[in-house]
């Protein structure tokens, strides 16, 4: 058998789903045979049914907890060298795997273990908890069913914080520079969503906001945090697809404020709508206008 980049991919979603409890639920498998398939579009339906059967082999050969939690780091550190190190990918498989730790509405602190593992493993500034705080794998767990995973925050770092990097990073972070279209759609869109914030209360987010994105010395950095403040939007959220379609219209209108349209500029776009689970596509109207076209809301 030859091992591949799919064979770890689906090994991670498997053990996942079954290794916390013993059990892999219909929930759980439905979950990662639509995750696997989104991944593995290019194989024909045989091919994927050989792959899963041989990863399962392989899964239940390995019949201690430890060995089967050691080939699930072996496949995280692989993943991690398929992709480069590429953070936007790392970050889809991420979220692939909360999907999977979610899909029976009961999330385990075993699985967030698990994906805390991968996450150090990729090297991600990113902290999967559960709200009800408890120490992992730990003797005798008591699981909180009503638990869900949350992302870190710092103490004074809000939603309007997560908000506001997203447009300042969406209208910088692509040439480096900010046009005065760029900041009046940043400022409007700010105005329109909170018409009741003090001046000086906006100040001081921007100011926190600034600081925080200065701080980062690389643009893989910056373009991190920007992954981890749409998980957490996300969150806030509750996956509601209407307020984040809402939230990615504002970004795109960042785009279109200096009429100039980049590369970098649709890749953020495209991360920010990965993350939040929306289909997109990026078309031009009859007078040659770049337009934002939400596949599914």
């Known amino acids: 058998m030859n091992w591949s980049f799919k064979h770890d991919l689906l090994y991670m979603f498997i053990c996942l789903g079954h290794l916390p409890d013993r059990d892999l639920n219909k929930k759980e498998a439905a979950v990662i ?59 889809h498989v991420m979220t692939d795997l909360i999907q999977i730790a979610d899909a029976d509405h009961e999330v385990r ?16 500034d990113i902290d ?49 520079e900010f046009s005065n279209e760029e900041v009046y759609s940043i400022t409007s869109i700010w105005d329109s969503r909170f018409p009741k914030m003090s001046s000086g209360e906006f100040q001081q987010i921007r100011a926190r906001v600034m600081r925080k994105y200065n701080m980062f010395e690389v643009d893989n950095e910056r373009l991190n945090h920007f992954l981890l403040c749409a998980l957490r939007i996300k969150e806030k959220h509750k996956r509601k ?15 279109r404020a200096d009429r100039h349209i980049l590369q970098n500029e649709i890749t953020l776009i495209e991360a920010a709508a990965t993350v939040w689970g929306l289909g997109i596509e990026i078309t031009h109207d009859s007078n040659n206008k770049v337009k934002l076209v939400i596949l599914q809301a």
């Open 241 to 255: 697809s209407r307020a984040l379609t809402s939230i990615l219209k504002d970004l795109f209108s960042i785009v």
């Open 109 to 124: 602190e075993e699985e967030v273990a698990l994906i805390k593992a991968a996450v150090k493993a990729w090297w991600l």
């Open 33 to 91: 045979i639509s995750r696997s398939k989104k991944w593995l579009s290019d194989i024909e339906d045989a091919d994927f049914i050989q792959i899963k059967e041989e990863v399962t082999a392989k899964y239940l050969a390995l019949s201690s907890f430890q060995a089967r939690y050691d080939q699930y780091l072996k496949s995280a550190f692989n993943l991690k060298a398929v992709f480069n190190g590429n953070e936007i990918e790392l970050v």
């Open 128 to 176: 999967p908890r559960l709200e009800a705080e408890s120490e992992l794998l730990n003797g005798g767990i008591k699981t909180d069913s009503d638990a869900h995973l949350k992302l870190r925050e710092e103490e004074d770092w809000t939603y309007h914080h997560d908000l506001l990097y997203m447009l300042i990073c969406m209208g910088h972070l692509p040439d480096k």
